[in-house]
């Protein structure tokens, strides 16, 4: 819908964004490239996921919001997703980003930050992963609030840092019963604190994924889990 590129002090508010081709949409529905003080506050976006039906494929799918690109000062505040079969928000190589106070709704993921230089992703609600399942399959392993490895991502091959300055704090995360609330690959300088996950198979993971992961100054604190009930994990690997 829309590609924002080196621009600055933009503000998208109170607007209200469907992904128009459901089944096959697999461009975000707002890409912001680069520029200063952007914010995109008190929208609703909606995808196309189906609720609970443990058929949602985690590599397809439209993300609401990429970020990328060396962006800097973003807010993105107040919003609801709903309904999306992948990210509905992927921050890539940007700075001073922050994911705060937004409900996820039967959406696959949460957000998600690789090589983001200060940031937060705070005082978020996440009800009901779309790939929730009681019998679910390998695929369908979810990650709530993620930051990725150095290991790079196919679409941007470059980008092989590491996040640093990043507060995981104050979120609700309930019914991810074959997933993990908040998932570490790599990073310096991260607090997860006073998080709260409710039927979650893991709360926390924190896990190098390759040789070039590492984990520094990290602080866990005040966590609440409470496990997954009634979920089935044979056959699949254990989360």
Do not use: W
Not at 163 to 182: E, M, P, R
């Amino acid at each position: 819908m829309f590609t924002i590129t080196s621009v600055n002090n933009v503000q998208f508010s109170n607007g209200t964004f469907y992904s128009t081709t459901p089944t096959v949409q697999s461009e975000p529905l707002i890409i912001l490239s680069a520029g200063f003080n952007n914010r995109f506050i008190n929208s609703y976006f909606r995808g196309s996921a189906t609720v609970d039906s443990g058929y949602a494929a985690p590599n397809g799918g439209a993300t609401a919001i990429l970020v990328q690109s060396s962006a800097q000062l973003v807010n993105i505040t107040g919003n609801s997703f709903y309904l999306f079969t992948y990210l509905p928000i992927y921050v890539v190589e940007s700075y001073n980003v922050k994911v705060d106070g937004n409900i996820f709704r039967s959406t696959a993921y949460g957000p998600r930050f690789r090589e983001v230089t200060v940031g937060s992703m705070n005082d978020n609600i996440f009800d009901t992963s779309v790939l929730y399942s009681t019998s679910p399959t390998d695929n369908q392993f979810v990650v709530v609030f993620g930051l990725d490895s150095t290991e790079a991502d196919p679409d941007y091959p470059s980008v092989t840092g590491f996040s640093t300055n990043i507060s995981i704090s104050n979120n609700l995360i309930k019914n991810a019963g074959y997933g993990q609330g908040v998932l570490i690959h790599a990073g310096q300088h991260i607090v997860v604190a006073n998080n709260v996950c409710e039927n979650v198979a893991q709360c926390i993971g924190i896990t190098p994924y390759n040789t070039t992961d590492s984990i520094d100054y990290l602080s866990v604190t005040s966590n609440t889990m409470n496990g997954a009930v009634g979920v089935s994990q044979s056959g699949v690997s254990s989360p």
